[in-house]
């Protein structure tokens, strides 16, 4: 075993002429025209799911692309509340004798969600905007009321 240190590679690196190890810059870079829209769309498809798929995309890529900013926004503030909705309805289709209804609206909530977001998605992903029909804002509202 022998105690010798270790030479830095940094000098050597430099004597032969060879450039140092430079960093990735830790910003993120703005996207493209195809990623923008990619990424809307993706907001807008995820709806099948729920509202966590256009949450992520807003907080990740909103600051990077406009298009996926305003798509993802508006696919989240529709999506939340019929996610709730859903999720309400199978917590409560455990309720004996009742909980069938609850189920049922769970169904058929999830259902109309699904083919709204479908509808978005492809909409978006020929690089026109959606608004949905009957969109409550929640998430706008429940963000407004913090700050």
Do not use: C
């Not at 830095?8 to 690196?13: M, Q």
């Not at 890529?61 to 939340?80: H, M, V, Y």
């Not at 992903?125 to 509202?141: A, M, V």
Request: aromatic share 8%; charged share 15%.
């Amino acid at each position: 075993m022998t105690d010798a240190a270790p030479t830095p590679a940094a000098p050597a690196a430099r004597a032969a002429g060879e450039t140092p190890f430079e960093a990735v810059p830790a910003e993120a870079q703005p996207l493209d025209v195809g990623q923008d829209r990619q990424w809307a769309t993706v907001a807008h498809l995820g709806g099948v799911v729920g509202a966590l798929p256009s949450y992520v995309i807003h907080r990740v890529f909103g600051d990077r692309g406009p298009f996926t900013a305003q798509e993802s926004r508006e696919a989240l503030n529709f999506t939340l509340l019929p996610s709730i909705v859903v999720l309400a309805g199978i917590a409560l289709s455990l309720v004996p004798v009742v909980g069938w209804i609850f189920s049922v609206v769970a169904a058929v909530t999830w259902l109309w969600l699904a083919i709204a977001s479908v509808v978005a998605g492809v909409k978006v992903n020929r690089g026109e905007p959606h608004q949905y029909h009957g969109n409550t804002h929640l998430y706008d509202r429940l963000t407004a009321s913090r700050g």
